[in-house]
């Protein structure tokens, strides 16, 4: 939130009131019908998360378009992280680094040219950022000058963290994008690539 108040400081400060009106313009006013019942969980929620009901609506209908409706096109599904953490679980380390290779080699492309409309890795993590969210992983995401960070915090396991890892690994040497880190934990993965 302080970022986002910064942000419209400096466009506040760095641009002349037509440009402030032609970026912040774009948003328009939309009614819609909904039961009782979402609306009252609507409103709970915006109280409990201490934003107000047309912020939370507007998350929603970003997370909705950002992230839903492209993963559902690359055939990308909700699981029960107890579940996959356990049937990960069975597995030695070298069959979860091949079977980080093999899913990576048979979908990555597809899943970066649905999720991204393009080609190559997102260096951006936006992609990764939405399926976090829309997950409930925890994470933490830093970018300075000299590097993007993406501290992803699964608590799934090694053997999870080790899948993910790999799966990064493969997918940075795939871009080429050598100027970067990636480092896991019990139950968490760091990702730092460099600007």
């Known amino acids: 939130m302080q970022d986002f108040i910064l942000i419209i400081f400096d466009t506040l400060r760095s641009n002349s009131n037509d440009d402030f009106k032609e970026k912040f313009e774009r948003s328009e006013s939309i009614t819609f019908r909904i039961g009782k019942s979402f609306s009252d969980e609507l409103r709970q929620e915006s109280e409990h998360k201490l934003k107000s009901v047309n912020t939370l609506v507007n998350q929603i209908i970003k997370t909705y378009v950002s992230w839903h409706k492209p993963a559902k096109q690359a055939g ?3 699981f029960d992280k107890v579940l996959v953490s356990d049937m990960i679980n069975l597995l030695s380390d070298e069959q979860i680094v091949q079977l980080a290779q093999q899913h990576f080699k048979r979908r990555i492309n597809d899943i970066v040219y ?6 190559s890795f997102p260096p951006s993590f936006d992609s990764t950022i ?5 997950s409930g992983f925890n994470y933490k995401y830093n970018s300075n ?10 608590d799934m396991g090694r053997k999870w963290s080790l899948f993910f890892y790999t799966y990064i690994q ?3 040497e795939y871009y080429t994008i050598t100027d970067s880190q990636c ?3 019990e139950n968490t993965v760091v ?3 460099k600007n």
Do not use: R
Not at 114 to 119: A, P, R, S, W, Y
Not at 130 to 134: R, T
């Open 76 to 78: 990308i599904g909700y």
């Open 114 to 119: 649905m999720l991204e409309n393009q080609t």
């Open 130 to 134: 939405n399926w976090i969210e829309a």
């Open 145 to 154: 000058k000299e590097f993007k960070t993406l501290v992803i915090q699964f």
């Open 170 to 172: 493969l997918a940075l």
């Open 183 to 185: 480092d896991m934990t």
């Open 191 to 193: 990702i730092k690539i």
